[in-house]
């Protein structure tokens, strides 16, 4: 379980997140929507530790992301690009994480199968294309099998096939039981694979409910999101 | 967080070691800094036998490149710490070991467990490098008096790279650390050796010549070889402890 609450950041003197709210809850992926300069990342960054909240708490299983005991197991995350070194190869960039985590080198061997870069391993991830990092990143993200997968844009820049990979997959992890939150600004692309929806927008939430909900009496998610998001929005949901 | 464990310290420190030793950087730094070193040593050790038979040192004459060898160490410790923010590396460092003291501190210390080998070889290849070509004509020493000088050298090698990791990891970025730590070490002192004199035996790169000289008959108020490690690993502390005060406070 993941939780958000009254969420506050500043940057200088610039408010990037006004006090949200919303959780993300085991056995359902969660959309995180927004436009670009939302505040998704933003929050994601905050929930892992990255940056510092101004005021307010975003806790994984009740706690910050700094007392878990050993977090790559507790819960995975893949951030934009492949979060490795230009000059190391991605084999390496695994070992490393793995170590750190007591896990097994075997354990990176399977997550390099799982997500086809087991022939791209031994090259330096400087010369990856952007699939393959995001694919490096996602093989991060999974290292610890980890009950929690939280993704900042997961399928920006793959192509179809990698999309229809990550869809698939997220689905069979939250029916296994898992939390997924990914963040997104294409809606499209995203429709299908979510079960729960917060949209954000200038940092403040402005739809949080279930994706039925949230289409209310919408056509379809990408109506609702630019219902919500355009200059003259209403309310929350 | 609580006292880490002795498997977390293991497994952390493991995993930092890691990182460094699959960086092609710190190898290409520490080969460049090899190589260079002999070549140095080479030419100090060519000017050494046009000396006069009998007087030259080889103490003086094997470690007389320091001065430049230093200059691989403050580049392996920039390196070592910038890298982290090459490729979001740090984002991935921080969601795996988010205890912020406790992982730069671990990796300061895998700095130091590649640096204290590679520092005494290159400083010892130098000094063996000139026994070679000077042992019969110049002056005798004390194998005791070798290996202080070595042990203060490597020691001094590995504050200076700790110090240099510290100060990258304040201000994160490769380009500025370098021009920031190679200007001050290798323009701006010597240019101002003369200022400050009673002080500026106390700074950083100056104060780390005590280490591995042997004292001068000429030279007063120097310092002891145990006062000049005292002061620089309190320099290099310094350091360190503001590095990690900002590292925790700071967005990543």
Same mark, same amino acid.
């Given at each position: 379980?993941?939780?958000?609450?009254?969420?506050?950041?500043?940057?200088?003197?610039?408010?990037i997140?006004?006090?949200?709210?919303?959780?993300?809850?085991?056995?359902?992926?969660?959309?995180?929507?927004?436009?670009?300069?939302a505040?998704?990342?933003s929050?994601?960054?905050? @929930?892992?530790?990255?940056?510092?909240?101004?005021?307010?708490?975003?806790?994984?299983?009740?706690?910050?992301?700094?007392?878990?005991?050993?977090?790559?197991?507790?819960?995975?995350?893949?951030?934009?690009?492949?979060?490795?070194?230009?000059?190391?190869?991605?084999?390496?960039?695994?070992?490393?994480?793995?170590?750190?985590?007591?896990?097994?080198?075997?354990?990176?061997?399977?997550?390099?199968?799982?997500?086809?870069l087991?022939?791209?391993?031994?090259?330096?991830?400087?010369?990856y294309?952007l699939?393959?990092?995001?694919?490096?990143?996602m093989?991060a993200? @999974?290292?610890?099998?980890?009950?929690?997968?939280?993704?900042?844009?997961?399928?920006?820049? @793959?192509d179809?096939?990698?999309?229809?990979?990550?869809?698939?997959? @997220?689905?069979?992890?939250?029916e296994?039981?898992?939390?997924?939150?990914?963040?997104?600004?294409?809606?499209?692309?995203?429709?299908?694979?979510?079960?729960d929806?917060?949209i954000?927008?200038h940092?403040?939430?402005?739809?949080?409910?279930?994706?039925?909900?949230?289409?209310?009496?919408?056509?379809?998610?990408?109506?609702?999101?630019?219902?919500?998001?355009?200059?003259?929005?209403?309310?929350?949901? | 967080?609580?006292?880490?464990?002795?498997?977390?310290?293991?497994?952390?420190?493991?995993?930092?070691?890691?990182?460094?030793?699959?960086?092609?950087?710190?190898?290409?730094?520490?080969?460049?800094?090899?190589?260079?070193?002999?070549?140095?040593?080479?030419?100090?050790t060519s000017v050494?036998?046009?000396?006069?038979?009998?007087?030259?040192?080889?103490?003086?004459?094997?470690?007389?490149?320091?001065?430049?060898l230093?200059?691989?160490?403050?580049?392996?410790?920039?390196?070592?710490a910038?890298?982290?923010?090459?490729?979001?590396?740090?984002?991935?460092?921080?969601?795996?070991?988010?205890?912020?003291?406790?992982?730069?501190?671990?990796?300061?210390?895998?700095?130091?467990?590649?640096?204290?080998?590679a520092?005494f070889?290159?400083a010892?290849?130098?000094?063996?490098y000139t026994?070679?070509?000077?042992?019969?004509?110049?002056?005798?020493?004390?194998?005791?008096?070798?290996?202080?000088?070595?042990?203060?050298?490597?020691?001094y090698?590995?504050l200076?790279a700790?110090?240099?990791?510290?100060?990258?990891?304040?201000?994160?970025?490769?380009?500025?650390?370098?021009?920031?730590?190679?200007?001050?070490?290798?323009?701006?002192?010597p240019?101002?050796?003369?200022?400050?004199?009673?002080?500026?035996?106390?700074?950083p790169?100056?104060?780390?010549?005590?280490?591995?000289?042997?004292?001068?008959?000429?030279?007063?108020?120097v310092?002891?070889?145990?006062?000049?490690?005292?002061?620089?690993?309190l320099?290099?502390?310094?350091?360190?402890?503001?590095?990690?005060?900002?590292?925790?406070?700071?967005?990543?």
């Amino acid at each position: 379980m993941l939780e958000i609450n009254n969420l506050v950041k500043y940057r200088g003197t610039q408010e990037i997140l006004s006090g949200i709210s919303f959780k993300a809850r085991p056995g359902r992926v969660t959309g995180f929507l927004g436009p670009n300069g939302a505040g998704k990342s933003s929050t994601l960054r905050i @929930l892992l530790g990255l940056d510092r909240a101004t005021s307010g708490s975003a806790l994984v299983n009740g706690m910050p992301f700094a007392e878990l005991h050993n977090p790559l197991v507790t819960i995975g995350a893949a951030l934009d690009g492949s979060g490795a070194h230009r000059r190391r190869t991605g084999r390496a960039h695994l070992r490393w994480m793995a170590r750190a985590a007591g896990l097994s080198s075997s354990r990176v061997e399977e997550v390099l199968e799982i997500v086809g870069l087991t022939k791209a391993a031994d090259k330096r991830v400087g010369n990856y294309s952007l699939g393959m990092g995001k694919r490096l990143g996602m093989a991060a993200a @999974l290292l610890g099998d980890p009950q929690i997968l939280v993704l900042d844009e997961p399928v920006n820049g @793959l192509d179809p096939e990698g999309i229809r990979f990550i869809r698939t997959f @997220l689905r069979e992890r939250a029916e296994s039981g898992n939390t997924v939150l990914l963040s997104s600004h294409l809606i499209g692309e995203l429709a299908e694979t979510v079960d729960d929806v917060v949209i954000i927008k200038h940092g403040k939430i402005v739809a949080d409910g279930t994706l039925e909900e949230v289409i209310g009496n919408h056509s379809n998610l990408e109506e609702a999101f630019f219902a919500r998001t355009s200059a003259h929005a209403g309310d929350a949901v | 967080m609580s006292v880490p464990s002795s498997k977390k310290i293991t497994l952390i420190l493991g995993a930092e070691l890691d990182k460094l030793v699959t960086l092609p950087w710190t190898w290409l730094t520490l080969i460049g800094t090899f190589i260079i070193n002999l070549l140095l040593a080479a030419a100090f050790t060519s000017v050494g036998l046009q000396g006069a038979a009998g007087t030259q040192s080889i103490l003086n004459i094997g470690l007389a490149s320091m001065g430049y060898l230093q200059a691989g160490f403050l580049i392996l410790g920039i390196l070592a710490a910038c890298s982290e923010y090459t490729g979001g590396q740090i984002r991935t460092t921080l969601t795996t070991i988010p205890w912020r003291g406790f992982q730069l501190s671990m990796k300061l210390l895998a700095l130091a467990v590649i640096t204290i080998p590679a520092a005494f070889i290159i400083a010892a290849s130098g000094v063996l490098y000139t026994f070679i070509r000077m042992r019969d004509t110049a002056v005798g020493f004390e194998i005791n008096t070798m290996i202080e000088a070595l042990a203060g050298a490597t020691g001094y090698l590995t504050l200076t790279a700790l110090l240099s990791a510290a100060m990258g990891a304040l201000l994160r970025r490769t380009t500025p650390a370098l021009v920031i730590l190679l200007g001050y070490y290798f323009v701006v002192s010597p240019l101002t050796k003369d200022f400050l004199p009673g002080l500026k035996k106390y700074f950083p790169d100056t104060v780390g010549n005590y280490m591995y000289m042997p004292p001068s008959p000429d030279e007063i108020n120097v310092l002891t070889p145990l006062q000049g490690t005292g002061i620089l690993m309190l320099w290099t502390l310094i350091f360190i402890i503001v590095a990690i005060v900002f590292y925790r406070r700071r967005d990543a």
